[in-house]
């Protein structure tokens, strides 16, 4: 491909995409994980004890918190997946929808955080695990968000 400069542009899933196309393999197994840590929460009596009315643990809005986590991180599992098909199948879709889970999952975070503060007040805002995701889905979006809208690969690339 030859851009508006006269200048060839290289194409294909080389450069830095190759950094992209690891992420976004990674992606589905990281989520995949974070789903899987639910079922301690169900198969331990944790979920009956924090949801039922009169238990000395009784914890109001978590049983709708925590099904409102699962819903999210099983959009974002899928969207995944999907991300993996159009990555590797250079679809024009893949930048953009690339871009939406990025900074979806950075508000996630946040919104997930503050949420969590008000169901667990004594709790801190970010605990270690937390600061950590939020960190990656912070730096994520600053590093790659860019390249997608800019990069004359991206552009080369994702052309079906």
């Not at 503060?117 to 695990?129: G, M, N, R, T, V």
Request: hydrophobic share 55%; with cysteine.
């Amino acid at each position: 491909m030859i851009d508006e400069k006269g200048n060839e542009v290289k194409s294909g899933l080389g450069g830095w995409l190759v950094l992209v196309g690891f992420g976004t393999v990674l992606g589905p197994i990281i989520i995949f994980s974070h789903l899987n840590s639910y079922l301690t929460i169900f198969n331990d009596g944790s979920y009956e004890m924090l949801t039922t009315p009169g238990s000395a643990v009784y914890t109001s809005f978590f049983g709708i918190f925590l099904w409102g986590e699962i819903l999210c991180n099983a959009l974002l599992f899928f969207a995944a997946l999907y991300l993996i098909l159009l990555f590797f199948s250079k679809k024009k879709l893949f930048p953009k929808l690339y871009i939406y889970v990025l900074v979806g999952s950075l508000i996630f975070v946040i919104i997930d955080a503050l949420i969590a503060k008000q169901i667990f007040p004594s709790e801190p805002l970010f605990d270690a695990e937390t600061t950590k995701i939020l960190i990656r889905a912070l730096l994520s979006s600053i590093i790659w968000v860019p390249y997608m809208l800019m990069s004359k690969r991206v552009k080369a690339t994702f052309i079906k």
